[in-house]
């Protein structure tokens, strides 16, 4: 499988996903990426005990995500799974 070029602007990384068959391209590093686009208009305070924020933030570095994000990653995802058992 052929691996993905490098793009010098936002453009020719466009035209070359408008073009290419990626079907022929090694996607295999790539890591799904979800887009926060609704705005965020309430807010959460909560008290936990150290160790707990502490692994928290430390998955949250792990996958490359402030640790506000994770925390409302699970709990998105925790109530989606509760919608649609």
């Known amino acids: 499988m ?7 602007s936002d453009e020719a990384a466009e035209d070359f ?5 990626l079907s022929e391209y090694d996607l295999s590093r ?3 990426m979800r887009f926060e686009l609704e ?3 309430a807010s959460l305070n909560m ?3 150290a160790a707990l924020l502490d692994a928290i933030k430390a998955r949250a570095k ?3 995500i402030p640790y506000t994000r994770y ?3 699970l709990l998105e995802s925790d109530v989606m799974r509760r919608k649609h058992p």
Not at 2 to 8: E, L, V
Not at 17 to 21: F, G, H, L
């Open 39 to 41: 705005p965020k208009s």
């Open 2 to 8: 052929k691996s993905i070029p490098s793009f010098s």
């Open 47 to 49: 008290r936990l005990p």
């Open 62 to 64: 792990a996958r490359g």
């Open 30 to 32: 790539f890591k799904p």
């Open 17 to 21: 996903v408008a073009t290419a068959d």
């Open 71 to 73: 925390v409302r990653m």
